[in-house]
């Protein structure tokens, strides 16, 4: 139990970190790449701080200094901007009209040499984040393997668009082109995977990029910098630094973003779109707040629904956007859903990220302890309890899971996207009452359905099917697989993400036609046969 090991106690001294995960010398990134070089900053530096804290001899603690990262200016990210607009050249680029075989040729060239950095990210994501070792490799991994199926997927696109098709008289061939420069931000909770699934279909369908690495989960970018740099012509991948106040307010106040990619807040994202002067030209791929539901039927497997609800609102520490961030439990089950759900976070392990088994570990954002203990005093102060024992208890970084019951709509966590281990139990009654939540909540990204009921189970999913992108029964929250769409409604998400469904984001249709006669045919056919154009092809890409 995460009671049993005091919570003083949970950061180690540097001589109980095994040699392999121990932290390295603090790192001054001075670099940043844009237009195939690595430029050198001398301006100021943002520091990098781990969420970890080492105990000294004498009993205190000390926060770890990873290092620091370039605040650049907007100048320096305008500079990137131009290189990317060089490198689009108005569709007219090397890049933009590389045959997709060749493009995919250099994204499998950037994926050989992402691989080589594994360990160096991992152990950055471990430090920069407090992500566990289990969860950083697997987002590594997830990564590589969505790049893998990126690739097959537009193999696939690219084959249903090598032919031609012949209609009312008029030849044509339709292919999809890319939007121009892409603006790729990603976020803190999933700074690799995350930001590459926008970042890796933008460049794969032939647009220009400018990325900006996320607040947290920085300098794990570092080492990925001159395989951008080597794997990609110049321009065509640019990476900054700095506030987002100044680089990306003036990508774009600029008007020369294409398409913009975005994880955050709905707010963040509405006043950067408010920025730019030409909003109509602007396509968006957003993933926004998320205040995701679980409902607890009366009739419902408890073990299975307590497991899932568990992991559901705490794995990494519940910062994740599809994590479970209410739970409405039928006052039927109620007692027993609690007792359950007490005792399985209270058996969670609690430590630094590298110790094998442990699932709770620090949190990376400052300030985010106080911002928990002020939203769980709020519950208590109007009538909800802590269930589980231990809940809510803070040393430096780390927060101590709490279970909040009774939770109701006077509570600032009824309401509010929390982000962390708060875990809100709303007792009801009437179904009505949760399908009334759903449908009045600005948020619709996902829902989690316990029960084993046909009759309710299948009532609420014709009730919620218009509100949220996606529904799960009997199982918590998620993104994947990655084939399936991810994508929500109201203020949670603007656009479709899928393995499929990204290519087509970053791309628009396109069509060269011509009316169907002899003369025309042999001027299509010898365009075609003499490699004239790698619009009109009938290439076939095993």
Not at 54 to 73: H, I, K
Request: net charge negative; glycine share 8%; aromatic share 8%.
């Amino acid at each position: 139990m995460t009671t049993a090991r005091p919570l003083a106690d949970l950061f180690p001294r540097l001589d109980e970190i095994p040699a392999a995960y121990q932290p390295d010398a603090p790192v001054e990134q001075r670099d940043y790449l844009v237009d195939g070089e690595l430029m050198h900053w001398d301006g100021p530096l943002a520091e990098v701080r781990s969420p970890v804290y080492l105990r000294e001899a004498d009993g205190s603690e000390r926060q770890v200094v990873l290092g620091s990262t370039p605040l650049l200016d907007a100048d320096a990210a305008l500079r990137a901007l131009d290189a990317a607009v060089a490198a689009y050249d108005y569709g007219r680029g090397a890049w933009p009209t590389m045959r997709v075989a060749e493009r995919i040729a250099h994204v499998e060239a950037f994926l050989a040499r992402m691989r080589e950095q594994r360990e160096a990210v991992v152990k950055l994501l471990m430090w920069e984040i407090g992500k566990n070792l289990k969860d950083s490799e697997k987002e590594f991994d997830r990564t590589c393997d969505y790049i893998v199926d990126t690739i097959h997927a537009l193999k696939e696109l690219d084959r249903s668009s090598s032919r031609f098709e012949l209609e009312q008289g008029t030849l044509g061939q339709i292919r999809r082109v890319p939007m121009g420069v892409a603006l790729c931000m990603g976020p803190y909770n999933y700074p690799l995977n995350e930001t590459f699934t926008t970042l890796i279909p933008a460049l794969i369908m032939g647009n220009t990029v400018v990325f900006k690495p996320a607040k947290f989960g920085v300098l794990l970018i570092r080492p990925l910098l001159e395989a951008f740099r080597d794997s990609f012509p110049a321009g065509v991948i640019n990476v900054i630094y700095g506030r987002g106040r100044e680089t990306v307010s003036a990508l774009m106040a600029s008007g020369k973003i294409d398409v913009f990619a975005f994880i955050g807040t709905h707010k963040g994202a509405a006043d950067l779109k408010k920025l730019h002067p030409r909003p109509h030209r602007l396509r968006a791929a957003l993933g926004l707040d998320a205040k995701n539901p679980g409902i607890v039927l009366p009739q419902v497997d408890l073990d299975n629904a307590v497991e899932e609800a568990v992991t559901g609102a705490l794995s990494f520490n519940g910062q994740r956007c599809t994590a479970l961030k209410i739970l409405f439990v039928h006052e039927a089950v109620l007692d027993g859903f609690l007792e359950r759900f007490a005792a399985r976070v209270n058996a969670l392990k609690a430590g630094m990220p590298w110790e094998p088994g442990v699932a709770l570990t620090p949190l990376p954002e400052p300030g985010k302890t106080d911002y928990l203990h002020a939203v769980l005093e709020d519950a208590v102060a109007k009538g909800a309890r802590v269930i589980n024992a231990g809940g809510g208890e803070s040393h430096q970084t780390f927060f101590q899971p709490a279970v909040l019951s009774p939770v109701d709509s006077s509570m600032r966590v009824y309401h509010e996207e929390q982000f962390g281990p708060l875990v809100p139990v709303v007792p009801y009654r009437d179904l009505q009452e949760v399908i009334d939540y759903v449908t009045a909540s600005d948020y619709g990204q996902q829902l989690s359905i316990f029960g084993n009921d046909p009759a309710q189970v299948g009532r609420l999913v014709d009730a919620f099917v218009n509100q949220v992108g996606r529904i799960n029964i009997n199982a918590q929250c998620q993104r994947g697989p990655d084939s399936y769409p991810f994508n929500g409604r109201k203020n949670s998400a603007e656009g479709t993400l899928s393995v499929h469904d990204a290519l087509r984001v970053f791309s628009i249709r396109t069509l060269v036609a011509t009316r169907f006669n002899e003369a025309n045919k042999e001027l299509v056919d010898r365009i075609i046969r003499d490699r004239q154009s790698s619009f009109l092809t009938t290439d076939y890409i095993f």
